[in-house]
């Protein structure tokens, strides 16, 4: 069966500090897709990054970076000089490639703030 | 602007009632998913549908059902029978292959029984 872990429950830190976000997962599947989505205060889950099983090229947009560690079974989010905006649950999660519809597995959410 | 519609925002119900929860997208997609969250935990999918009169249970169903009429709509509805139904519930929908493509969230609709 699939999982996704996010062990940190919690994470504050003050503005302008690094922070990453733990991501492991477990999936018997040789092909898969990981995701990362943000969800602020207002409730709507918002899209960050994909990432497919075959691709381990880190990526960055902007502040963010993303590192994926297949050995490891890892895929973790970086945010670099973090902002008060930056405060939200994230989730990460995790899907087998298929046809039709995609049953994404999440993780149990790590809630960030960031402190003026 | 294309996106998804939940409505309405915050609902309150007595134990025993049914309640059905509005999703409607406008993104031309044909998936349609159903997702529960509770507090500090992760979403669990509860139904999807794959295209119009087509649906399947997630990995908690029960007390659940849905309907697939129209590509733009995928209501679903709590029964008597859910035994805990206080949750945040989110609709989502996905262009449905290959199944590599990212869903778009609703901006979800918080249901209180009591």
């Known amino acids: 069966a699939q999982k996704v872990t996010q062990a940190q429950t919690e994470i504050s830190v003050v503005e302008k500090e690094d922070v990453t976000l733990d991501c492991v997962y477990e999936?018997?599947?040789?092909?898969?897709?990981l995701f990362w989505y943000k969800q602020p205060p207002s409730g709507e889950l918002v899209f960050l990054i994909r990432?497919?099983?075959?691709?381990?090229q880190n990526e960055i947009s902007g502040r963010y970076s993303w590192n994926f560690q297949k050995s490891t079974s890892s895929f973790n989010f970086t945010i670099t000089a973090s902002q008060v905006v930056d405060s939200a649950v994230y989730f990460c999660?995790?899907?087998?490639?298929?046809?039709?519809?995609?049953?994404?597995?999440f993780g149990q959410g790590t809630r960030l703030t960031i402190n003026p | 602007d294309g996106g998804i519609t939940q409505s309405p925002k915050y609902l309150f119900r007595k134990e025993g009632q049914n309640v059905t929860l509005s999703c409607e997208q406008n993104?031309?997609?044909?998936?349609m998913y159903w997702y529960r969250q509770d507090p500090g935990q992760g979403l669990r999918l509860i139904y999807y549908?794959?295209?119009?009169?087509?649906?399947q249970k997630g990995d908690i169903a029960e007390g659940y059902s849905v309907s697939r009429e129209k590509k733009e709509s995928f209501p679903l509805t709590v029964t008597s029978a859910q035994k805990n139904p206080t949750a945040f519930y989110l609709c989502?929908?996905?262009?449905?292959?290959?199944?590599?493509?990212?869903?778009?969230f609703g901006p979800g609709t918080r249901l209180t029984v009591t």
């Open positions: 990432r497919n099983s075959f691709d381990e």
């Open positions: 999936t018997r599947d040789t092909t898969y897709y």
């Open positions: 993104l031309n997609h044909d998936a």
């Open positions: 999660a995790l899907s087998e490639i298929g046809q039709g519809a995609q049953k994404l597995v």
């Open positions: 989502a929908s996905s262009i449905a292959a290959p199944s590599s493509y990212e869903q778009y």
């Open positions: 549908s794959q295209i119009v009169n087509d649906f």
